[in-house]
């Protein structure tokens, strides 16, 4: 018979049934012969060879009887399994247990978590819990409970590590529903039992900020920091981001965003407006210095024939000479391509010149130089007023900045053209995205002051507001765009310019290895030139390889910010893929994680849509976009921890029949 009934639970004590409606459990034996079990169910309809499963039942010193042994226990499961034995098959060196795609708890729970985590991403926070929730639900305690052997140890550790990702986006999910406490009641018992999880701590502050409790999220940071601390380490980039924007964020700003989202703000309601952003830094007095009470009448379209807009009767009051001034972002000392987008940027400044306001949301991976290209632009906006905000700081964090967005979201004439330059939108609190959106609006108006609002942000960004600000871009006829990878004739120019001197072959290859990323390529060059490592010979630099992997510590930071929207499932798989190296065949990743390749789909599809592994065209492998990203995967892992990993790539590899120095180096 065939093991259409067979029903194998991993996801707590191990247990097996053979058939679905007698519900009649298999006898599995003593606790070696469970192990074995474990292992072929873990690995359910593929073919496992008998020396990995003597490795994953006794390790790496295994008795001269191993064999011998693992033949009676499989003729032991033969038994007990009794007309269903045919499920338990035999090939020349390998055995594989035959089971239906449902027969396995643990496949079951990591098809519904992958379903929830991509509804997340989607933005279907409904259908992500839903799903979530039936993931959690086949759990009845620790998995593989009880069994021994290395083997165990390991998929004990990595389905708990999926369950912890998937009661974290579940908690997600439930942020997004409004849920506040309810995610935090059954946050508490999972941050006390994960002190050192940053993205749990992280799910408290939000929903302790989201519940109105400010005061308790920043307290909440100081008790993870103490905690992060006992363990040697500080936060890292994410949850130190979340701090300074709980800091940084004006209490009132909810409350600003209830009145703007009610329609225009007029003169009737410009004090409420003015009183609720109004801080403890004195935000108050600096609007008052700089508009009236009584907010001017909108200013008349600025047209060629009108280069002038109309002015109110109500004078204004004289500008405060003490006022700190905001200053236009710097542009870059070596700018290089990106004509088109500039030709665009160019031809927006030229409209808000002529009177006629505009929209542009530009999107790109960290590094790849938004910044730096918004920079170039407005070094070359002569007429204009540019005003640049931080998103980390919000839009009213900056005493020189925040009377002139309050005077873009009022309508209020400016003596001339206003560029307001939201740089990291991403990083704005939710309320400051629905006043950016009434930005957006006002730009996008027909009639009103001249306005360009330019905005910068990463992709994947989470949360309720910044997706649909992006589709509303879209609709309304604002520009989007996403700024591709920099071409590579480029970046090898620019790691020129940082060096001095004409790239050789090692510093054409780190210009390859950058992936298109700017940011990446300079602060190699630069590390490169502050150790001293690069020789020049004819005019020709030149670096030594090994000094092209030492990554310099800011852009591990860097690399983190883009690996952190991602799921904690598709950052596992990245692990396992980093240890195969800076290119992997997804069969090698398979044969790692002891999955299918249509079980690595959704992590690789995610991987690829955040541009963290690319296709180099070769046709059969996938790589990361560059060594920064492969570092940082790697970098988060303890020792011990890679060192297992590491072990366990090189057993696939073999079985795999790499080639001896492929296994070498990946063995490290």
Known sequence: MSGRGLRVELLGPLRAWTDPGERSEVALGPARRRAVFAVLAARANQEVTRQDLVDAVWGDEPPPTAVGALHTYVSGLRAALGQDRAALASGRASYSLRVPDDGVDAAGFERSRLIGTRLLGAGDWSGARTALTGALALWRGPALSGVPGPFAEVERRRLAELRLGALEAHARAGLELGEHTEVLASLSALVAEHPGHESLRELVMLALLRSGRRAEALESYRDARRALAAQGVEPGPALRALHQRILHEDPGAAAVAEVLAAGPVRADRITRVRDLVAGPAGWDRAFSEQHPTVVRAPAARRTPDHPTPARSSTPAPPRPTARPQPARPRPASHFLGRTEELALLH??????????????????????????????????????????????????????????????????????????????????????????????????????????????????????????????????????????????????????????????????????????????????????VRRDAVRVVDGVAEVDEVELERVP?????????????????????????????????????????????????????????????????????????????????????????????????????????????????VSG
């Open 347 to 528: 031809e927006l400044i030229t409209d808000v010149r002529a009177g006629r306001g505009g929209l542009l949301w530009l999107e790109g991976d960290a590094g790849v130089g938004k910044s730096a290209l918004l920079a170039e632009a407005l070094s070359t906006a002569p007429g204009c007023r540019v005003v640049p905000v931080s998103g980390a700081r919000g839009l009213f964090g900056d005493l020189a900045t925040a009377p002139l967005v309050a005077a873009a979201l009022t309508g209020s004439t400016s003596p001339e053209p206003l560029v307001l330059l939201v740089d990291d939108l991403h990083a704005l609190s939710e309320p400051d995205l629905l006043m950016w959106h009434r930005l957006a609006t006002t730009a996008l108006a027909p009639r009103g002051a001249p306005l360009l609002l330019l905005a910068a942000s990463r992709p994947l960004a989470t949360g309720r507001v910044l997706p649909r600000l992006r589709r509303a871009v879209r609709v309304r006829g604002g520009h989007l765009l996403t700024l591709p990878p920099l071409p590579t004739a480029y970046v090898a120019a620019l790691v020129g310019h940082v060096v001095g001197a004409r790239p050789g072959a090692s510093l054409l290859d780190l210009a390859r290895r950058a992936g298109g990323n700017p940011l990446f390529a300079e602060r190699v060059a630069a590390s490169l």
């Open 553 to 665: 510590t800011s852009l591990l930071s860097v690399a983190a910010g883009v690996l952190e929207p991602l799921s904690a499932a598709a950052r596992e798989v990245l692990r396992c893929a980093a240890v195969l190296g800076p290119r992997f065949r997804v069969a090698e990743l398979g044969a790692v994680t002891g999955r299918t390749v249509r079980e690595l789909l959704g992590a690789l599809d995610e991987a690829v849509a955040a541009s963290v592994v690319v296709d180099p065209g070769s046709g059969e492998e996938l790589a990361f976009r560059n060594a920064c990203l492969h570092r940082a995967l790697l970098d988060g892992l303890p020792t011990t921890a890679l060192s297992a990993l590491r072990r366990r790539a090189a057993r696939a590899l073999s079985t795999l029949g790499a080639p001896p120095e492929r296994i070498a180096a």
